[in-house]
């Protein structure tokens, strides 16, 4: 990026506009640096309200910002829609997958972390997960598709099939997709149909460890158990994959048939470690110091999911919005000491709780000193999460489109794109009409 | 389709869900047969308002029902999302693309219709048309794109090929286009690029014809000409396109450099002619009689866009909206007569008016009786069109995104998705940076 003319002003290169990424360049509003943030989408993500793109209840545009609407009166941030492959700290460069080139005097790393199939990348066909936009309506797509395609389906082990969605993951995605799911196979379509009713569908939620939600305390975990079974879910813990494939998983010793899988298990962090040329843990995540600096370079910091970064209990920071927030802001402020030639503080942690919801007016919500489920929590779920959405209107249309679905049950976002048709074709063929069944001469 | 057990029920089949189809149905809600209704999408498309997805004002689920939320509480209905590929008018049975045949009594085509590129079918890859959600979200991808990459772009004349615009046809659609992306180009994003400023950008109309929207008279056509010149768009009327590729189109002997064209120029009805092995026009479009039947056949109505069925001045009725409805309300209410033993009226169309929109508070509306331009004009088009979307909640969100982006105007759903990382790599290796311009050092 080419400078105009000799300045004196530092530049800061934030990589990622992620909730690390956004928080670093607004804390740097009023300091007096030049900033380059570079994003290879032009949407920062709000996502943890993804799953309810993936589940039809919101739109994509509910929930994502463009970069440079967020930023626009941020008069000293310039936004690159372009994509990070390399970091050159010795010439304090960026390179970019477009051929360019971006000097630095700080960067920010907050590039954020994808999905990891524990070495079994190949399964990644046919459990997708869920961390972008595209992910979230090709989800919607094969869920809203099988309910379609069993609508027609006159063979009852393929319509089983069609009808068998099967969740992979304990943690508070896992968790919110599986009740989501719930609802909308059980109530939303309920009246919609006529071949398949509510009862027909069976979702199943596979989950590694002894329990849900291993972040929360052991009651709110049972009492996320409890809610979700209720909801209909078959809840499995300590049930480990053993592997999957087009339309079966095998679980626990048990083969399960099931046209719709979703993975929502294990994350891996961006290639951050490997630019930084930095060690980095078993996730990926670039090892930092106290400061977020990665092998105590001081003109780097490293923030949020691609951050291995102890807590108190020496154990890594969870892979969290409020972190990444908090890390992001906490690198902006330490430029800016730098710059004013006043001494860094470290990087401190302050935890405010842990939400998660399973469904229409079920939540559970851990602020340590307070521990609530059922709809109250739920009400602290949906003002939390409306609250802290991007811009403004998003939050009006968003909490329009909460509560409107809280009366109605109504999904209004259940829209199949993407060449459905030729998919009808393709996906009638894996599962054939029974032969004989569907020939029909009219009186 | 099976039949369960005898049945003295006699079955309607309507091929399509469009605005024909749709209407059809629903004035079937009271007669007692059984409707199958076949469409190989999902979702009702409120397709006049398709371009403003396209320019990133309105969300997909904005402007798009679930069919079977659109019906469900019509008990006679089933509906099955499949695709028509034949007709066998002698077995009464309809073929579909999943290998499933379905019998009927009486059979409703609609169809509708897709683009005509004249001839130059390849034309489709660098200019597309506007007729679905999918070709809507590409041209809001390409649109968007296309400033992203603008803004670092240091080449001056690959920069001007980025932020041209050009939309070919000077129907309603390509002014409805071209209004709203001079809107999108010079007045929502002006403040939030560095680079490039609103004055960049120039909006291309190509219109074949003398004057746009040939169906208006000539004093509205000539306003909607004055509106887009005051925004800013360059209108070239009698214009013919010559060629077109990658990025130029040849028009009227000249060559024009742009990275987005758009088609807004012809029409190709469905292949139901062909699936009838009836006679068919130009475009596609199978001949009906007064009474909607292709060749008298009275179990078979042709509806819509698909349909070529000439009005009292002889000429083919037009491919919009009003005609399409009224159309399959009428061949309902024909199969319901003869069910009944009474004779069936002949088809008449009832015009209201013509409506177009130029861009914000800008419109021409003619009732015939009643002329009108500029504001009054364009409350009584977003009035129409917000009342006419199909259900309630769309059409609550409507017009509170009509309304917030009128006041504001926001466009909030400029989302690239997609894949838009490899698009980057791949658009910057089209269009690759000037040599040594980006290589920038630090401080």
């Not at 372009?82 to 005097?105: C, K, N, Q, T």
């Not at 095998?250 to 891996?268: F, N, P």
């Not at 992001?328 to 942690?349: C, D, E, V």
Request: proline share 4%; hydrophobic share 45%.
């Amino acid at each position: 990026m080419r400078r105009q003319g000799p300045s004196s002003i530092p530049r800061v290169v934030v990589i990622g506009a992620g909730f690390g990424g956004l928080a670093a360049v607004r804390a740097l509003r009023r300091a007096d640096v030049e900033v380059i943030l570079i994003d290879k989408r032009n949407h920062h993500l709000f996502q943890p309200l993804l799953y309810q793109v993936a589940t039809a209840a919101l739109s994509p545009a509910d929930i994502a910002a463009p970069i440079r609407t967020v930023l626009r009166r941020q008069s000293n941030v310039r936004v690159i829609l372009d994509e990070a492959v390399g970091i050159d700290r010795h010439e304090r460069v960026v390179h970019l997958v477009s051929g360019r080139e971006v000097g630095y005097d700080w960067l920010i790393v907050a590039s954020g972390a994808t999905h990891s199939y524990f070495g079994q990348d190949h399964w990644d066909r046919h459990a997708p997960g869920i961390k972008s936009i595209e992910d979230a309506t090709a989800v919607r797509r094969k869920v809203l598709l099988a309910l379609e395609l069993a609508e027609t389906e006159e063979d009852r082990q393929r319509r089983d099939a069609l009808l068998t969605f099967v969740v992979i993951g304990g943690g508070p995605t896992g968790v919110e997709m599986a009740g989501a799911i719930a609802e909308l196979a059980h109530r939303s379509v309920s009246s919609e149909f006529r071949s398949i009713t509510p009862n027909c569908s069976k979702i199943i939620l596979l989950n590694l460890a002894p329990r849900l939600l291993e972040g929360f305390p052991q009651q709110l975990s049972d009492a996320a158990c409890r809610d979700l079974t209720r909801m209909g879910v078959d809840v499995r813990n300590s049930t480990a994959v053993e592997d999957l494939g087009e339309d079966w998983v095998v679980a626990g010793g048990e083969q399960i048939r099931a046209h719709t899988l979703i993975w929502a298990a294990g994350v891996k962090a961006s290639d951050a470690a490997r630019w930084l040329e930095s060690s980095e843990d078993r996730s990926g995540r670039a090892f930092v110091d106290q400061f977020l600096h990665p092998d105590g370079d001081s003109r780097v910091f490293v923030v949020g999911d691609t951050a291995h970064c102890t807590g108190p209990d020496h154990r890594p920071l969870p892979g969290i919005a409020p972190v990444a927030k908090q890390q992001g802001r906490h690198a902006a402020l330490s430029i800016m000491a730098m710059i004013r030639g006043r001494t860094m503080r470290p990087f401190r942690y302050r935890h405010y709780g842990n939400l998660a919801t399973i469904g229409r007016s079920h939540a559970v919500v851990d602020f340590g000193w307070l521990r609530l489920r059922g709809i109250v929590a739920w009400l602290i779920w949906s003002t939390v999460h409306v609250f802290f959405l991007t811009n403004f209107r998003n939050r009006l249309i968003v909490g329009l489109n909460l509560a409107w679905n809280y009366l109605t049950f109504a999904r209004h976002a259940r829209l199949i794109t993407g060449e459905a048709a030729p998919a009808v074709a393709t996906i009638r063929a894996e599962f054939p009409a029974s032969k004989g069944e569907d020939h029909v001469r009219a009186l």
